[in-house]
């Protein structure tokens, strides 16, 4: 059962420190809100642990699932992903055939102009020399 157990306190559950949580955790914005929800606790020596002995058995049951290991590293594979989609910015440059052209403009906050970027194909040497 691993749960420690204290006369005046009650079951000791096992906890870790909110920064090494906020590691754990993808999202550490959602530490504070599981906290209000009682799914697990932040005490005051940010120390975070599960928010009752119910709570730790559900979590260790959930855990020792058949399959779990692997469904836990596909879902982090997804968020990875995901979240990898909002740090990244892909243009897909289709129309410079043919003489099509861009032109790509960056501003600063203020929306001033900073750079004016043109983008265009240039002729391979070889194509050039068949003319």
Same mark, same amino acid.
Not at 16 to 38: C, E, G, V
Not at 94 to 106: A, C, I, Q
């Given at each position: 059962? /691993? ?7 009650? &079951? ?6 909110? &920064? ?5 955790? @993808? ?10 929800? /009682? ?65 790509? @403009?960056?501003? /600063? ?8 970027? /043109? ?13």
């Amino acid at each position: 059962d /691993n749960l420690e157990y204290d006369q005046e306190k009650g &079951h000791m559950l096992p906890q870790i420190p909110l &920064h090494k949580a906020r590691q754990i955790m @993808t999202r550490a914005d959602f530490i504070q809100s599981y906290d209000a929800i /009682n799914i697990f606790t932040i005490d005051s020596k940010a120390m975070v642990r599960a928010d009752s002995v119910p709570m730790m058995n559900a979590f260790r049951e959930i855990c020792a699932e058949e399959g779990f290991d692997e469904y836990l590293e596909a879902t982090l594979d997804r968020i990875s992903a995901i979240e990898s989609l909002g740090r990244t910015r892909e243009l897909t440059i289709k129309d410079l055939w043919d003489g099509g052209k861009y032109r790509v @403009t960056t501003r /600063n906050a203020k929306g001033a102009i900073e750079k004016l970027i /043109n983008f265009e194909v240039e002729e391979k040497e070889e194509d050039k020399d068949k003319d």
